[in-house]
């Protein structure tokens, strides 16, 4: 099947600084990405929904200009924590699609990663 | 808005039982899909078993297989002959017109040896 991949798995950083998550579709064209957090024991909500050359659309709640998200080729999308704080600290996982379709194979998950902002 | 419900929050099961893990969805959209993911404690989302919601049967996949009830708006999953490696966390999801996917607060599954 098709494959997400994202990078890096864990990052550990001081407070204040910013960091940069990749989430690439490694063999097919992901038109749309979405970015999802997820703090311990809780379950997946939804950050931003990220379309190849357009604007990430956020839900509500989510502060755009503290979660800076890039999609500008069909196979990478961004996800910038800027002036990161312990609060931001979570597990971040980004899925792609390459298209709408009912078969649920077609909407893959990264692997997920670590953020401990100290 | 759109809404999926796991009341069980965690289950212990003896091996080789059969578990059935619960969620109730509500959507006003006719047209959707139903996702159950398993996620163990390395944190990857493993794709279980989807339901169309116009698929007249229900999906089955190996041990799996997702009890749909359209009418009752429930996509109860079963996991038959359970094993130590299906202790994690299970999430149903759902998703809209739009391809985002929304999950439920998700069952914390334990199998008992």
């Known amino acids: 099947g098709a494959v997400v991949s994202q990078h890096p798995s864990w990052v550990i950083c001081k407070s204040g600084t910013s960091v940069k998550i990749e989430c690439r579709s490694l063999?097919?064209?992901?038109?749309?990405m979405f970015w999802y957090r997820q703090f311990p024991k809780q379950s997946l909500m939804l950050m931003a929904t990220?379309?190849?050359?357009?604007?990430?659309?956020?839900e509500q709640g989510v502060e755009k200009d503290k979660f800076l998200i890039n999609h500008a080729s069909l196979t990478l999308s961004t996800l910038t924590v800027t002036s990161a704080h312990p609060e931001d600290s979570s597990f971040y996982i980004c899925?792609?699609?390459?298209?709408?379709?009912?078969?649920?194979?077609?909407?893959?998950f990264g692997e997920g990663s670590r953020l401990t902002v100290l | 808005a759109q809404k999926i419900t796991q009341t069980q929050p965690g289950m212990f099961v003896q091996e080789k039982e059969a578990v059935t893990l619960d969620c109730t969805y509500d959507?006003?959209?006719?047209?959707?899909?139903l996702f159950w993911y398993k996620q163990p404690s390395s944190g990857e989302m493993i794709f279980l078993i989807y339901?169309?919601?116009?698929?007249?049967q229900n999906a089955t996949e190996g041990r799996y297989s997702l009890n749909f009830q359209k009418a009752r708006k429930s996509a109860n999953l079963v996991i038959s002959a359970s094993q130590l490696g299906d202790s994690a966390m299970y999430f149903c999801?759902?998703?809209?017109?739009?391809?985002?996917?929304?999950f439920g607060k998700g069952t914390r599954l334990h199998i008992l040896p």
């Open positions: 899925s792609a699609t390459g298209g709408r379709t009912s078969f649920a194979g077609e909407l893959f």
């Open positions: 999801a759902m998703r809209d017109r739009d391809d985002k996917i929304i």
């Open positions: 990220s379309n190849e050359g357009s604007k990430a659309t956020y």
């Open positions: 063999d097919f064209q992901a038109t749309t």
């Open positions: 339901q169309g919601s116009y698929d007249q």
């Open positions: 959507t006003s959209d006719p047209s959707y899909g």
